[in-house]
């Protein structure tokens, strides 16, 4: 009876909670206790901070005192050997040309230098033996898939990878943090979504068998926005929204992408249409659900390869007023927090207002990068619901149009390059799909045609 009696009354407090964050969702209304909680949070990062500091401080004075020693004695000084632990590489300048419209035709280039002369000196191949060893040590790409490396430890790992002990508090503030994540947060979160997935599967079923119309529009956004915050408190998601005033209501809508909750970062403030391939499993179930109370283009692995079909569903989709603005991540998938890589030129020949957004999140309480080629959805999913929180800042920045004379090519650059600098990310101009393939023919062309021309002008 007496487990009975604790079955009923966990029960009875989670129903209750679900109860009272569904009736907050509905109203619109926060009692802020998550930005709170964030608050104290960094509070004891800070603290940590300091700790970690002190400590570094005793190691490298230690260190500085042996080095002294050593350095006196003339029969040591040659052991002196000094170590970096952080290895930084200054790069030039990218050896790569700009990307254009146009396809690059070897044939013709090296035809026009047949009958010129070209003189070869060994020294012209030092800036690539150069570059080709800074990527082999720390390339600009693979180290976008890796997770954000932070300057302070979180307490979210059993170690900050250097120091098993900092000091007696630190570690008690962590067995603490951990029991509270892994007792607490996780089971509540995970009920919480469960009863989210819920709630939005019978939300959208209902919306959607009633007629088209101006309320039905404004119905499915306010309920769509509604089962979206109670979503997002199942990762404790603590969101800044920024220039609401830019807030897209039509057209095309891109952003930077790092993992799967941005849409739904994005969706706790309107509502969008989405585009995307079609999934199985619990994303499946996410798709179909939004499907049946607005339009979303869902399309086959097959059809994806087809660019025409899918820019012509994207035309349609954009010429029909009433439809929400359509949520792209042009980058076709996941970059770690730290940059911004190559748009797909396809969402930019579509014509139209583009509205660009960017998407930063603070790796201090949670690493919100998804990794999919190292984890599943059920692990990323478990990674979100066991971390503090995931906070971000999201700026919605002024409509942008394509310019006269202006190829698709440079105009995904140009609104890359603002999401960039909003952001404070790195602007790269690399391919995200080098993570799952080799570099294409016409890069490695490019690199000759470069090496040819820097031969001609000297």
């Not at 709170?36 to 004891?44: G, S, T």
Request: charged share 20%; net charge positive; hydrophobic share 40%.
């Amino acid at each position: 009876m007496f487990f009975l009696s604790i079955i009923d009354t966990v029960t009875v407090t989670f129903s209750l909670f679900i109860v009272f964050l569904i009736t907050l969702s509905a109203i619109n209304k926060s009692i802020k206790a998550r930005r709170a909680y964030v608050n104290l949070l960094l509070r004891v990062f800070e603290y940590g901070r300091v700790s970690e500091g002190k400590l570094n401080s005793n190691i490298n004075s230690r260190s500085r005192n042996k080095s002294h020693q050593i350095a006196e004695d003339p029969n040591k000084s040659e052991k002196l050997v000094a170590v970096n632990g952080n290895t930084l590489i200054n790069r030039d300048n990218v050896l790569l040309p700009t990307l254009t419209e146009n396809t690059l035709d070897k044939e013709k280039f090296t035809a026009t230098i047949k009958d010129e002369k070209i003189s070869f000196n060994f020294e012209e191949c030092l800036d690539y033996i150069k570059a080709g060893v800074e990527a082999i040590i720390e390339d600009e790409v693979t180290s976008r898939f890796e997770a954000e490396q932070l300057r302070s430890w979180n307490l979210l790992a059993r170690t900050n990878c250097r120091y098993e002990f900092i000091n007696w508090k630190i570690t008690l503030i962590w067995v603490i943090g951990f029991t509270v994540r892994y007792s607490i947060l996780m089971p509540l979160r995970v009920f919480v979504c469960f009863v989210g997935v819920i709630w939005l599967t019978i939300c959208t079923a209902v919306v959607g068998y009633m007629p088209e119309g101006e309320s039905k529009r404004q119905l499915v956004n306010d309920i769509l926005k509604h089962c979206f915050s109670v979503l997002s408190s199942a990762i404790s998601a603590v969101i800044n929204y920024h220039n609401e005033e830019n807030r897209p209501s039509s057209g095309i809508c891109v952003a930077n992408h790092t993992s799967p909750i941005d849409a739904l970062v994005l969706m706790c403030d309107t509502t969008y249409s989405l585009i995307g391939q079609r999934h199985g499993g619990f994303l499946g179930i996410l798709q179909r659900a939004l499907a049946r109370a607005s339009p979303h283009i869902w399309f086959e692995r097959a059809e994806a390869k087809d660019r025409h079909a899918v820019a012509e569903r994207l035309k349609q989709h954009v010429s029909n007023p009433n439809n929400p603005p359509i949520l792209i991540f042009p980058e076709g998938t996941c970059i770690n927090n730290t940059s911004v890589m190559q748009f797909k030129k396809g969402s930019f020949e579509v014509g139209g207002v583009i509205y660009p957004v960017a998407i930063k999140y603070d790796p201090r309480f949670g690493d919100a990068f998804w990794n999919s080629s190292r984890y599943s959805m059920l692990q990323y999913l478990y990674m979100m619901m066991t971390s503090w929180a995931i906070v971000c800042d999201v700026w919605y920045l002024p409509p942008m149009y394509r310019q006269k004379e202006e190829s698709a090519i440079d105009f995904a650059n140009r609104v890359k390059g603002v999401i960039a600098k909003q952001g404070g990310l790195v602007d790269l101009v690399w391919d995200g799909q080098l993570k799952r393939m080799k570099p294409k023919k016409e890069w490695k062309e490019m690199q000759q045609v470069e090496f040819i021309k820097r031969l001609k002008a000297d």
